[in-house]
Nanobody, 126 residues
Framework: VQLQASGGGLVQAGDSLRLSCAASGRTFSSLSMGWFRQAAEKEREFVAAISRSGSSTNYADSVKGRFTISRDNAKNAVYLQMNSLKPEDTAVYYC????????????????????WGQGTQVTVSS
């Protein structure tokens, strides 16, 4: 599975960004998807996850109410809509995937994901 993340950039606090992740190499609907981020000198952390069907989602407390994860199985893509961005959201954002037998579940730990994209930088200035 190849994952290509895009959509990062430099924005001001309060702005919005939409990250996209295009997947190829495997039937996309067989994959549960997640977004993670890693700030400078910090460990990679969970941001959001979505089930194969798209009906189940989960968010880190730090982004709940501001970020929305979604997917389009027809387009083999997952998205992360980020609103009300804060300087502490500055990080490299990675999309990740794993093959899931179950249709409506997801995982939140990075070591449970099999496939990773290259990351896209998000920088939020104050």
């Amino acid at each position: 599975v190849q994952l290509q993340a895009s959509g990062g950039g430099l924005v001001q606090a309060g702005d919005s960004l939409r990250l996209s992740c295009a997947a190829s190499g495997r039937t996309f609907s067989s994959l549960s998807m997640g977004w993670f981020r890693q700030a400078a000198e910090k460990e990679r952390e969970f941001v959001a996850a979505i089930s194969r069907s798209g009906s189940s989602t989960n968010y880190a407390d730090s982004v709940k109410g501001r970020f929305t994860i979604s997917r389009d199985n027809a387009k083999n893509a997952v998205y992360l809509q980020m609103n009300s961005l804060k300087p502490e959201d500055t990080a490299v954002y990675y999309c990740a995937a794993y093959g899931n037998f179950y249709y409506n579940t997801y995982k939140t730990r990075a070591n449970e994901y099999e496939y990773w994209g290259q990351g896209t930088q998000v920088t939020v200035s104050s």
